[in-house]
């Protein structure tokens, strides 16, 4: 059988007592006192039963506690995958949005999602949703903006003298507008 790792001798079991009284994270509370239970000269069954753990929790929490102190028993957040696009990929693609297509060479008049996920495949072999670009662009503050559609056949003040021509209707009741 091996041999237990040892602990820090720079603590005892009453300063990893009082840590945890101190500590605001129940679960690094229930770490200190089972690694105190440890420092008394309790097992590392023991210690297990007392964290409510596995030999092998308890044996990963000594290592932390070894390398990182009191801090290393907190929880510690998943790091997440790995975002598809880099900062080179996203600083390319705000330059290419900021330049513009060119109609020979791109093939179209303005970006849209598809488009920039196609350009991003042939320029860097990325494959990105158009959801997940959708999000990037947005992160890096790009807006899907759209013009107001106009008729073809519209007059240029046509809109203007329609407004002036619908009066506000009048409550006679109330001799004002409604």
């Known amino acids: 059988m091996a041999r237990a790792i040892a602990l820090r001798s720079d603590f005892s079991a009453a300063d990893l007592r009082r840590l945890a009284r ?48 009191p801090g290393g028993l907190h929880d510690r957040r998943a790091p997440g995958p790995t975002p598809l696009l880099t900062d080179a990929h996203r600083q390319a693609l705000a330059a290419q949005i900021d330049q513009g297509p060119i109609p020979a060479a791109h093939g179209v008049v303005r970006w849209r999602l598809c488009d920039l996920g196609q350009w991003l495949w042939e320029e860097f072999r990325v494959s990105v949703s158009m959801q997940t670009l959708s999000r990037e662009m947005r992160a890096m503050g790009y807006r899907k903006l759209s013009a107001r559609p106009k008729h073809h056949a519209q007059a240029e003040g046509a809109i203007k003298a329609f407004k002036k021509r619908m009066a506000r209707p009048v409550c006679k009741r109330f001799h004002g507008p409604v």
């Open 22 to 69: 101190r500590s605001g994270d129940a679960a690094q509370a229930r770490r200190l006192l089972a690694l105190a239970a440890i420092y008394d000269g309790g097992t590392r069954s023991e210690a297990a039963r007392l964290g409510d753990v596995t030999l092998q929790i308890v044996r990963d929490w000594v290592l932390r506690f070894n390398a990182e102190g």
